[in-house]
């Protein structure tokens, strides 16, 4: 071979003699052949690659830039300069003989290279990116060889004159030009086409350079660093990162998958059939008879399940394994990738410790040339840098694979969620399915950046192991099975503490249960008095929580000594047993700082693998739960048939629906057929099936047998309105096109107008989640007015007129609904309780008990004296109300010119919440006090509100942004944070973890003496004293590092637990006292928050962060002082690098820290629209638009995933700069060590490199726990705030009210006047009356009259502004809360009960006997109900009490109500779906009970209130009648106009 190239090149290819002198240099004939070909092999196997898009791409080419043209001048002249260089060999040839074969043939190949460059610099302008990788490699490749050739010519010229002159100016201009060509490549190269992409997103058109180096990142970091990042500034994503495409390709994949998987569970399914179907026929049947048998079972109806055999039966069967498939199938691409650059990491590692010990070597020997030293400290800096690019790309790439494996799957949960069928639904509750999303799509992310670990990591052991023997034979084994020993004693320590884990898992959820219970119902626990009951529990919860998390946490600190200790321990193992083996055997610097190198990558892997195994197991979990979640059943909606039938527009043929495949059908054999454009009403007694005949229209039901026809489009109004949070406006658009004119007729004929009046922005008001800032009559009528605007074919409406009030029904019914509405010629299915309007209606549906038992017209239906005459007949003669209630209606649409104070279509609905009425009232009242017509306004006032530009009104924004901190975490927090930990602990945990590093220092300083020996005692024996000596110190240092860190994590450890209690006490005990109106403006997630996520970071986050800091701050800080004790000249070194290293980090943290908060902030709305499309997932399958709520997944999804994509690269973006600074310190200390050789023992230079080496990752780490700090002590923050906010009233003062006060019940009200915050206008304007003891008051008045504020008066959730209330002579303002409310009873309009027993709910305080309660229930008319029940008292209610019927929640308010029997009795009626029984019972129960207490009622329905002693009618927050009724009748005002609306006349009083 040799021979051959030496012919070639005509002079020596290789002789060793070049090498073995100062002043070495390789021979010229190496140099023109290897160095050569090398580049250019590399190159010619990959370029013609690069011209592929010349040939694919039908795009058209990009245009000509400066920067291109450069290029290719560049590429122009270098070939020009090889041209000249094959023109001037053939010159020599000419002018003298043979010129040898390698002058002609390098030249030619370069011609050919270059003219390759210029084409694939043309192709490249197909691309977007147009600097192609492979040529930078390339340059630098050819740059890098090239250096040899440059100094031997160099050296050659100064030695002696030049003999070649022609071919050695050549060579500098070549080397020049491509020097040139490489820095011109450094810079994106952007054509103007792409400008707008690359504001987008820069990345896109970054050269390959800046990719490597994540250079093109940097204007982002620092326009981080000028000022806090918004979403707005982070950049968009790549079009195949983006959440549609991810999608696509995965949800290909899914179904191919899923399709097997699917065939596997049939298999699965047929063999356990046939191990199952051999039944014994022992029972005496013969096979057919017991088959028939089994036939009859079948036809029966199948009964119900008890609850408890569905759980105990074996778990549904799921298609299984086709996740991980499908996920590895979709990413392919990118895990190919990043195994190839973890391997070439993975190689480099492994050549740092061979390097460091020949540096050692070199040291030691006095007669080692220096160029060898220096070579070495270069190869050290230059693997370290490839080593640090190629494990950055790699990372990249890990964190880009989970971030896209979360956004498959969410987009596939949410797509799912749309499909799903009733019965899957049932399975998984709205809770379980966000956690699919949050948790377990983490879990998927979270392994996705390590699993490539699982290959990696057991490479990375045996190739250290291979290594270790190679250094100190057999005795590696001893320091192995220390490792190997230690792993199980960790694995244990993770057992025990995944345990306590769980166990505190299982707390948290309780406690937050109970959080989230109390928040909701905080008005009814102020009402009761009732906060320290649930204060106690609370407290309980946490008490236990707290224990387990310190017994966790002092796990921990074992751990985390057993950790500490093992790389020690390990050495230790195999310094001992090598140096007590044998004699001979010496410890020297060279094979220990090599082993301690090898050891030190061995902790890596040893500590990741289990890490990532337990990961897997994990997400195993996930896996299962995903998987049953994603292959179940789909909705089936193939019994709904789109046919076009003449004269009907929807038929339903023997239709029978059940809600579970296998449970009782809820509607039987229905055979109807509903005219087009007419209306049908379907009515019924409770659960006779008619929502249950709403659903089966709209396919959310499982198809028992017959089918429904539907012809056209469908609109929908459920019966509890959904509302997503949004503005008014967009809420009725519902994403259809805006038609201004129809839009004004729809708000006009759903009575919003007078709404939107009282809205403070109008029809721009946002809406808060779930429509809090709506009351319930709002609400349902935004939802008709959505379903009008939809203008569908169909309306299918569940009784959208339970939730407004009379007269606003009854203008519904007359505008929208009924014969001259917006909708009469449109089909309607109206679900209804409200007999009034069954005259008008086209045709009447009957059911009972599901199943049609009769229909016709009303008339026909009275004659036919059936279920139906008897409804009627059993709510009074409810004929003559009618025609009252008609003329009412006529009147209401006929007289326009009335004064319209009682025509206003807003009367009185659900009285609302605190909140509404401040909205309403904010939008101010004098606009209330003209009077105003609905129809005049109507139109000119909403024009002129077009016109002008959208004030910002006060109050338009009801809950006011959270804010996102923005900025450096103030100091005080963390002296906040250190101060709950107590400062004795903080200064004795730091003081450990110092005496732990001075421990660490002396164990190295140590070893580097003890391998000096070897030195010392060259060629004598060494004596056994001294080995045990060094032996013995080595060990006790260990154990006093490890010993002092354990001191120092128990003591951290007791001290995080406490400051954990003293937050949380602190934060309940000031939340529960915090006055209504800071509920009201804060949304109960963001308390929520405070409770969940803010205390677990306190609890568990930070306390391993601080530790973290701590421990890498330290590691630093004494391997720089070993490094300076080697070479005291490092110190200079230092400086400029530590300046560096603070600049880097000044500016990283700042953009880390507001990515991180963007990311929580934008993944919120993922979760919080998911919840909002799976709560309202029959209106939007109803109107069809999946796609729309699809696309705005979409569209949320990306908005996240571009906040998390940026904070991954600006992680990668440092790390790359922190590992140069890394780099450079090895480069230092190993340079240092050259330069200082005679004066250096190898022991310390081999301590100094090798403490060195490890500093790059530790550095790396300091930097990302000193951001994680920052990010988590941001929950201190946020907890303080909530620990600061103003309280209400203390509970109990001095002055305690008397003993059974109050006696009598006399309430006076002293020109009371009340606002509800201080910046408003008043709400109750100076009220002054007498209600004498034991009367019976009723309180009427429009929506935001003051009703509710007067009740709330009474209770002190409002303060007064003026004036006093005087109960039995007592001032309640100067007694405390609790006295007040604890003497006053109330039932409130929403029923709310707490999980727990009914008993608790009755009683939280355990103060009455049983027999009393029971006696409460009896009068409540549950006790039939409670004895029936298993349990009996101790029944567990469900969340929100969703386990009891609304009728039945209401009697528990009752019963409530009876136990405390005070003198006082405030009782605030109830609207919502209460049915007219329920409401009968309440009636008779309160007149008969509270005979002798004094009864303040406020009423929406007249009826109740026409016996009470007298009547108080508010007005605009005054009182402008109060006698009674009949008083009131006469005197034709407010009242009596009211009264006529509701269809009462004087007259009737008396029959009531």
Not at 272 to 282: A, H, V
């Amino acid at each position: 071979m040799s021979a051959g190239l030496e012919e070639f090149c005509g002079s020596i290819f290789w002789n060793d003699s070049y090498l073995a002198r100062p002043d070495a240099d390789l021979p010229v004939c190496f140099q023109q052949t290897v160095l050569v070909w090398v580049p250019l092999g590399f190159f010619w196997i990959l370029a013609p690659w690069q011209l592929l898009p010349m040939c694919k791409s039908r795009a058209k080419k990009s245009s000509v830039t400066k920067l291109l043209i450069v290029k290719q001048v560049l590429a122009a002249l270098l070939t020009l300069t090889a041209v000249a260089e094959l023109a001037l060999a053939f010159v020599e040839d000419a002018e003298q003989d043979a010129v040898p074969a390698v002058q002609y043939t390098n030249p030619s190949l370069y011609i050919a290279t270059w003219i390759m460059v210029l084409l694939i610099h043309d192709a490249r302008r197909f691309c977007l990116r147009r600097d192609s990788g492979v040529l930078s490699c390339f340059l630098i490749l050819s740059l890098l060889c090239g250096i040899l050739p440059f100094q031997s010519l160099v050296r050659r010229a100064l030695q002696e004159p030049i003999s070649d002159l022609p071919q050695f100016i050549l060579f500098f201009i070549s080397y020049g030009l491509q020097l040139l060509l490489f820095f011109v490549s450094a810079f994106s190269d952007i054509a103007p086409e792409t400008k707008e992409i690359r504001k987008k997103n820069p990345e896109m058109t970054a050269s390959f350079l800046s990719s490597i180096t994540f250079e093109w990142y940097s204007s982002m970091v620092y326009k981080g660093y000028r000022k806090p990042l918004e979403i707005e500034d982070v950049w968009e994503l790549r079009d195949k990162d983006k959440t549609k495409a991810l999608y696509t390709s995965f949800e290909k994949n899914m179904k191919s998958e899923m399709q097997k998987a699917r065939t596997e569970l049939e298999k699965r399914k047929r063999k356990k059939r046939r191990r199952e179907g051999n039944p014994d026929y022992g029972n005496g049947m013969s096979k057919a008879q017991s088959q028939d048998v089994l036939v009859l079972e079948e036809k029966q109806p199948k009964k119900k399940k008890k609850k408890g055999d569905k759980d105990s039966g074996p778990p549904k069967d799921y298609p299984k394994g086709w996740l991980m498939k499908t996920l590895a199938k979709t990413f392919k691409q990118n895990l190919l990738l990043a195994v190839a650059f973890k391997l070439v990491h993975d190689i480099l590692v492994f050549v740092s410790p061979q390097l460091l010990k020949l540096l050692i070597a070199f040291v030691s020997d006095e007669d080692a040339f220096a160029w060898q030293g220096y070579l070495y400290a270069i190869l050290l800096f230059l693997t370290a840098v490839i080593q640090s690019l190629c494990l950055q790309q790699h990372f990249s790439l890990c964190f880009q694979l989970g971030i896209n494996v979360r956004a498959s799957l969410i987009a596939a949960i949410y797509k799912k969620s749309l499909t799903m069928s009733g019965a899957t639904r049932k399975e998984s509750t709205v809770g379980e399915t966000v956690n699919l999303m949050s948790a377990d799509a983490q879990r998927f992310m979270d392994l996705a950046n390590f699993i490539h670990q699982l290959w990696s990591s057991p490479f990375q052991i045996i190739v250290s192991i291979v290594f270790l023997w190679a250094e100190l034979g057999p005795s590696v084994l001893a320091g192995l099975a220390t490792m190997v020993l230690l792993i199980p004693v960790n694995a244990f320590l993770i057992a025990k503490s995944k345990t306590i884990q769980e166990r505190n898992m299982k707390n948290k959820d309780e406690r937050m249960k109970i959080m989230t219970e109390v928040l909701n119902g905080i008005k009814i626990l102020k009402l009761f008095a009732w906060e320290p009951s649930f204060e106690k529990r609370v407290n309980g919860i946490r008490g236990q929580e707290l224990k387990d998390l310190l017994s966790f946490s002092y796990l921990q600190s074992v751990s985390v000594f057993v950790f500490t200790c093992s790389p020690f321990l390990v050495s230790l193992a195999s310094f001992a047993v090598y140096v007590l083996v044998d004699e001979n055997n010496i410890l020297d610097a060279q094979k220990a700082f090599t082993a301690i190198s090898l050891f030190n990558v061995l902790r890596f892997p040893m500590s990741t693998l289990p890490m990532v195994l337990s990961s897997l197991v994990q997400s195993n979990v996930s896996t299962g739960r995903l998987e049953r979640y994603l292959s179940g059943e789909d909705l089936d909606t193939s019994a709904i048939h789109h046919n076009p039938i003449a004269g009907s527009a929807v038929r339903f043929s023997d239709a029978t629906f059940a809600w579970e495949r296998d449970s009782n059908a809820a509607i039987r054999d229905v055979t109807l057929d509903i005219t087009p454009g007419s209306l049908v009403a379907v009515v019924g007694a409770v659960g006779s099936g008619k929502s249950s005949l709403v659903s089966a229209m709209l396919g959310e039901m499982e198809n028992i047998k017959g089918h429904i026809n539907i012809q056209g489009s469908v609109a929908y109004v459920p019966q509890q309105a959904w509302i997503q949070n949004a503005t008014l406006k967009d809420n009725i658009l519902f994403g259809s096109e805006l038609d201004e004119a129809r839009y004004q007729q729809v708000i006009k004929a759903c009575a919003l107008l007078p709404d939107l009046e009282l809205l403070p922005a109008g029809d721009q008001t946002e809406i808060g989640e779930k429509g809090i800032n709506l009351s319930g009559g709002q609400k349902q009528r935004v939802s008709l007015a959505r379903a009008v605007y939809s203008d569908s074919d169909i309306y299918i409406l569940d009784d959208p007129l339970s939730a407004v009030d009379a007269h606003v029904g009854k203008y519904l019914f007359e505008h929208v609904l009924g014969p001259k509405g917006l909708l009469q010629k449109k089909t309607r299915i109206l679900v209804t309780h409200s007999i009034s309007f069954l005259p008008q209606v086209d045709n009447i549906v009957v059911l009972a008990a599901g199943t049609v038992s009769e229909h016709g017209s009303y008339d026909t239906l009275l004659a036919n004296k059936g279920a139906f005459s008897q409804l009627l007949n059993l709510y009074g003669n409810q004929e003559e109300d009618v025609s009252e209630e008609n003329t009412a209606a006529v009147a209401l649409a006929g007289d326009e010119d009335e004064p319209d104070e009682d025509l206003d279509p807003c009367m009185d609905e659900k009285p609302d919440d605190v909140v509404t009425m401040t909205l309403k009232r904010e939008a101010s009242i004098q606009r209330r006090k003209l009077s105003r017509s609905l129809s005049k306004r109507s139109t000119s006032s909403q024009k002129k509100a077009q016109v002008g530009p959208p004030k910002k009104l006060k109050g338009q924004k009801l809950i006011e942004k959270e804010n996102v901190e923005t900025g450096r975490v103030k100091f005080s927090m963390y002296m906040q944070y250190i101060r709950a930990v107590g400062l004795c602990f903080t200064f004795w945990t730091f003081m450990g973890y110092i005496a732990q590093y001075v421990a660490y220092t002396g164990t190295n300083l140590w070893l580097s003496e003890w391998t000096d020996d070897s030195q010392r005692y060259l060629n004598q024996t060494y004596p056994t004293e001294l080995r045990d000596l060094r032996i013995g110190v080595f060990g006790a240092l260990g154990m006093a590092q490890a010993l002092f860190l354990l001191f120092a994590t128990i003591l951290s450890a007791r001290g995080s637990v406490r400051a954990s209690r003293i937050m949380h006490q602190q934060l309940l005990s000031n939340i529960l006292r915090a006055p209504m109106s800071f509920f009201d403006t804060t949304p109960t997630g963001r308390i929520v928050n405070r409770f969940a996520k803010d205390i677990f970071t306190i609890d568990e986050t930070i306390p391993m962060s601080v530790r973290t800091w701590i421990s890498c701050f330290m590691g630093i800080v004494s391997t720089l002082v070993m490094i300076c004790l080697a070479t005291p000249f490092f110190a200079v070194v230092i400086v400029p690098l530590a300046i560096f290293y603070c600049f880097v980090l000044s500016f990283y943290i700042a953009t880390s820290r507001q990515l991180r908060r963007l990311d929580s902030v934008t993944r919120s709305p993922i979760y919080s629209h998911f919840g909002e499309t799976v709560s309202g997932l029959s209106v939007v399958r109803a109107y069809g638009h999946q796609e729309r709520f699809l696309k705005q997944n979409e569209v949320t999804m990306d908005i996240n995933q571009k906040s998390v994509y940026s904070w991954i690269i600006s992680n990668r973006w440092l790390a790359i700069r922190l590992e140069f600074v890394g780099s450079l310190v090895v480069f230092f200390s190993a340079l240092l060590a050259v330069i200082a050789k005679g004066t250096l023992e190898g022991g310390i230079v081999g301590l100094s490199v090798s403490s060195a080496l490890n500093v790059t990752q530790t550095l790396n780490w300091l930097v990302r726990t000193s951001s994680e700090l920052e990010t988590n002590i941001v929950a201190v923050e946020r907890v303080h705030e909530y620990m600061k906010v103003k309280n209400e009233a203390p509970w109990v003062t001095e002055k305690r009210p008397p003993r059974g006060w109050p006696s009598r019940g006399e309430i006076q009200f002293i020109d009371y006047k009340v606002r509800y915050r201080p910046e408003l206008d008043l709400v109750l304007q100076g009220i002054t009356c007498d209600i004498g003891s034991t009367e019976k008051i009723g309180i009427v008045g429009r929506t935001g009259a003051g009703k509710s504020s007067l009740t709330n008066c009474l209770f002190r959730l409002l303060e007064a502004a003026g004036g006093k209330i005087v109960i039995d002579n007592v001032d309640i303002s100067t007694i405390g809360l609790h006295d007040l409310r604890n003497n006053l009873t109330i039932i409130p309009q929403d029923p709310v009960l707490f999980t727990g027993t009914l008993r608790m709910n009755l009683d939280p305080f355990d103060q009455y006997s049983d027999e009393e309660v029971w006696k409460a229930l009896e009068l409540a008319h549950l006790k039939p109900y409670v004895q029936a029940l298993p349990e009996g008292l101790l029944h567990l209610v469900s969340e929100g009490g969703e386990n009891l019927s609304v009728g039945q929640r209401q009697l528990v308010c009752l019963a409530r109500a009876l136990l405390r029997k005070s003198k006082i009795l405030i009782l605030d009626e109830a609207t919502a779906a209460v049915d007219l029984e329920t409401d009968n019972l309440i009636q008779t129960t309160i007149r008969s009970e509270f005979v002798d207490c004094t009864v303040l009622t406020i009423a929406h329905r007249l009826h109740t209130i026409m016996d009470s002693n007298r009547v108080m009618v508010l007005h605009a927050g005054q009182i402008v009648e109060f006698d009674s009724p009949e008083e009131l009748l006469m005197k034709q005002g407010v009242f009596s106009a009211m009264a006529k609306d509701a269809g009462i006349a004087a007259a009737e009083t008396t029959a009531l």
